[in-house]
């Protein structure tokens, strides 16, 4: 099975600074790497799929990069609504299945 | 653009087994382009896939659950199902339903609390 680590699992910045949340797969993933913003008491909703591509409607400050082990998730302008758990989720097609990274707790400072 | 609604318990024994649907509206759940999938959140933690279906029928599950698990669909009413067994208190999370486009979780449910307690 493939193992993803994210990190930092928290973090405090404050608005206006640039965020970065690393994610590690244990093996090759290539580009099959999406992250996800989850609100208190909310479902999950995707931002980036196949590791960088920005989701329709999602704020431009929002990006990733990466391929294969090693994957980031960055906002460029970190703003009050941004408060929320990052996680991300990898796809592995054999056999088909999915596994979230341990998600990054993100506050206001 | 898709909606998803989990009902079902929100209180079940130890030992017995979970049951949960996911009612689709705003397409078909024969459609081609989706898979149908269970996510679970226990309380203060992470996400877990739980597993998913194809409107064929063809199952994919995580290899943690799989023993334990079950995901059907209904195509008659537009929903899948999930049936999860000898549940434990390790089981009490918030089980999301969503649509998956292959790579991605496109459309999720509210989600539902289901507590594991006698």
């Known amino acids: 099975d493939i193992q993803m680590t994210q990190s930092p699992s928290s973090l405090s910045a404050s608005v206006g600074d640039r965020v970065t949340i690393t994610c590690q797969a244990s093996?090759?993933?290539?580009?099959?790497l999406n992250w996800y913003q989850q609100k208190p008491g909310k479902a999950p909703k995707l931002l980036i799929y196949d590791a960088s591509n920005l989701e329709t409607g999602v704020p431009s400050r929002f990006s990733g990069s990466g391929s294969g082990t090693d994957f980031t998730f960055t906002i460029s302008s970190l703003q009050p609504e941004d408060i929320a758990t990052y996680y991300c989720q990898q796809y592995d097609n054999l056999p088909p299945g999915y596994t979230f990274g341990q998600g990054t707790k993100l506050e206001i400072k | 653009q898709l909606q998803l609604q989990e009902s079902g318990p929100g209180l079940v024994k130890p030992s017995e087994t979970l049951s949960l649907t996911c009612t689709v509206s705003g397409g078909s759940i024969s459609s081609s382009s989706y898979y149908w999938g269970w996510i679970r959140q226990p309380p203060g933690k992470g996400l877990e896939w739980i597993g998913s279906?194809?409107?064929?029928?063809?199952?994919y599950y995580n290899p943690s659950l799989k023993s334990r698990v079950t995901i059907s669909v209904d195509t008659s009413k537009n929903q899948f199902s999930l049936k999860l067994s000898s549940v434990t208190a390790a089981d009490t999370a918030v089980y999301y339903c969503?649509?998956?486009?292959?790579?991605?979780?496109?459309?999720w449910g509210q989600g539902t609390l289901v507590t594991v307690s006698s």
């Open positions: 969503a649509s998956s486009s292959g790579r991605t979780f496109d459309y």
């Open positions: 093996q090759d993933i290539s580009n099959y």
């Open positions: 279906i194809y409107y064929s029928g063809s199952t």
